[in-house]
């Protein structure tokens, strides 16, 4: 097997390999069957979803097709000609968990005796080596730039050393004279405190998150699993956005208390919030008209950037209603230790409200046509009369979007349409953004511990406590698994679960960026740090380049995932180029 992905043949058994995309495989159905059959086909990523025809296969005839190796398939030939057939029906052949590989070819045979066999005649390719090339040119690239970097600093610094002597002699020649004693005395002028050191991992954060979001968008060289989860489920793609959500609330108390220290009227300080949140949400509404959708009977209302904005202001708002001019001073040992949390005791209260009204809804809400309390995706993965129940994804959080933004202002395309033939359902719509506010406000909880706490080890602690709670209380909702449990872990809902275990590894994140960056120093956060202080201007700017020259390009077939990995990873270095390139120059662009 080839280290580095090549389709190979443009002939063989009568296929072109040259013509399969990306995560492509050709199945071939040999039947010696006389009638006609059919050959049903089911998807592993389809959770809870029927057999459904695949092909028609006739006697001694080319039956072929192309197939995604992303997930196992079963298949069942069958004389059946229904629709959709229950996943447990028996059939003439079947092969259950049959895992396809990228540019391979798979024989299912029939024979005349009812033997039914499942044949690899031509192997796959092995898809995982862009992956390994890539990490070891990075590596590769660091170690450089740490090396040329230390010989840099070592040249400046012996350079220094060299002014500082001469300065120095020069000095004592100066000072040799009366004149000179007496003007050197008269001209000392005060010195500034030294300024309040920045946490460097805040932004280490944030850059890293930008970074990986700009990676997926990019099209994360069409790996499955750096993608969105299909529905229920979690993938590298689904922990960026959450991880903006929750460093956004980590940096709100440092925001208010400057501002209160600075005696700033409050009804200022919401003027501000207010300002600032209607920016970020008619700059999201533009970038939803990238690409040409702009028809205003069809345009989308929700997006990224809108429920940012919501997020924030209700957050920096609540916190701004429950924050004293002067925190409050505990005395006792565990008034100490629980400072943090007593502090936002009344904004809990706000919060855990805003939580119990999501919940409510998504359970008890009834949705015309669909089962109340439904969190799945609708489709053929809830069968209703014998007919797929396609508006019914979602449940709750699909049916107050439609109410308040109608079908046609909402995302048309969701990930589970293309799985489960899904309807129209927005994952950053309305209901998902109550449980949003409650991920800025567990962010915020983090910020108040930078503030109340200075130690190291104080911030350290809990911070993992934090992680490990929530990664427990996650878990437990979620019944550790992909699809079962009380609820689910689902980016599109964006679940209590979702919220859960999405702030457990940020927090964990943090800490880990924390003693690297603030507490060690042998990590500078770069390049993540300068993309981070930057952030909102590498997003919007990532977004109106898509499918442009030079982030973009197609060069021949552009069909394995090393040529897909290396543009993605092209266009997502410049970006991060360009987040140094301003950092250099001392520009720094905020909404």
Not at 426 to 453: C, K, M, R, Y
């Amino acid at each position: 097997m080839a280290f580095v992905e090549d389709p190979g043949m443009t002939d063989f058994m009568g296929f072109d390999l040259t013509k399969l995309k990306v995560d492509q495989a050709y199945l071939k159905v040999d039947s010696a069957a006389e009638e006609d059959l059919t050959l049903y086909s089911l998807s592993h990523a389809c959770y809870e979803c029927p057999l459904q025809p695949l092909l028609t296969v006739k006697s001694n005839s080319d039956n072929s097709t192309a197939l995604s190796t992303h997930h196992p398939w079963t298949f069942m030939l069958s004389d059946s000609t229904q629709p959709f057939l229950a996943p447990n029906t028996s059939g003439l052949c079947r092969i259950h968990g049959a895992n396809l590989g990228e540019f391979g070819v798979y024989v299912l045979n029939l024979t005349a005796d009812g033997n039914c066999t499942f044949e690899n005649p031509k192997s796959p390719v092995f898809e995982y080596g862009a992956i390994v090339i890539s990490i070891a040119v990075y590596i590769g690239v660091a170690i450089l730039g740490a090396g040329l970097l230390y010989l840099y600093h070592r040249l400046t610094k012996h350079l220094d050393s060299n002014k500082a002597s001469e300065t120095q002699v020069q000095g004592l020649q100066l000072a040799s004279t009366p004149e000179a004693g007496a003007s050197s005395a008269t001209d000392k002028a005060p010195t500034k405190p030294p300024a309040k050191p920045r946490l460097k991992s805040l932004d280490t954060f944030r850059g890293i998150s930008i970074v990986i979001m700009i990676f997926v968008n990019y099209g994360a060289g069409s790996y499955w699993f750096l993608e969105h989860a299909t529905w229920h489920g979690l993938q590298l793609a689904d922990l960026v956005f959450p991880w903006f959500m929750w460093i956004m609330g980590v940096c709100i108390p440092m925001g208010l208390s400057s501002a209160l220290r600075r005696n700033t009227p409050r009804h200022k300080i919401l003027f501000r919030i207010v300002e600032r949140s209607l920016k970020l949400f008619f700059l999201g509404i533009i970038l939803n008209s990238l690409g040409g959708w702009n028809n205003l009977a069809t345009y989308r209302v929700p997006g990224v950037l809108q429920r940012f904005a919501i997020c924030y202001l209700v957050t920096s708002s609540v916190a701004l209603a429950f924050t004293p001019d002067q925190p409050k001073q505990y005395q006792t040992d565990i008034g100490i230790a629980l400072s943090d949390i007593l502090h936002l005791l009344p904004q809990w209260a706000v919060h855990l409200a805003i939580l119990a009204i999501h919940t409510l809804i998504t359970f008890l809400l009834p949705v015309p046509g669909c089962p109340t309390g439904y969190q799945g995706p609708g489709g053929v993965a809830l069968f209703q009369n014998n007919t797929p129940s396609s508006h019914c994804i979602g449940g709750a959080a699909g049916e107050v979007d439609r109410w308040l933004l109608t079908t046609n202002h909402i995302y048309q395309n969701p990930t589970a349409k293309f799985v489960y033939t899904s309807a129209a359902f927005d994952p950053e719509g309305v209901l998902g953004s109550l449980t949003s506010i409650f991920q800025v406000f567990l962010g915020l909880q983090a910020g108040i511990i930078l503030q109340f706490h200075k130690s190291h080890k104080s911030r350290l602690v809990r911070w993992l406590v934090w992680g490990a709670v929530l990664g427990a209380l996650g878990a437990g909702l979620c019944g550790a698994s992909m699809n079962n449990g009380v609820i689910p872990v689902n980016k599109n809902l964006w679940s209590m679960s979702y919220v859960f275990v999405t702030s457990c590894f940020a927090f964990f994140l943090l800490s880990f960026c924390y003693v690297l960056v603030d507490i060690m120093g042998v990590w500078s956060g770069t390049p993540f740090f300068q993309a981070g202080m930057n952030s909102i201007f590498l997003y919007v700017g990532h977004n109106v380049t898509f499918e442009m020259f030079p982030w973009h390009y197609q060069v021949g077939l552009m069909n394995t995932h090393l040529s897909l990995l290396v543009e993605t990873l092209w266009g997502t270095t410049l970006w991060v180029i360009t987040g140094l390139y301003l950092h250099h120059k001392g520009k720094f662009y905020t909404v």
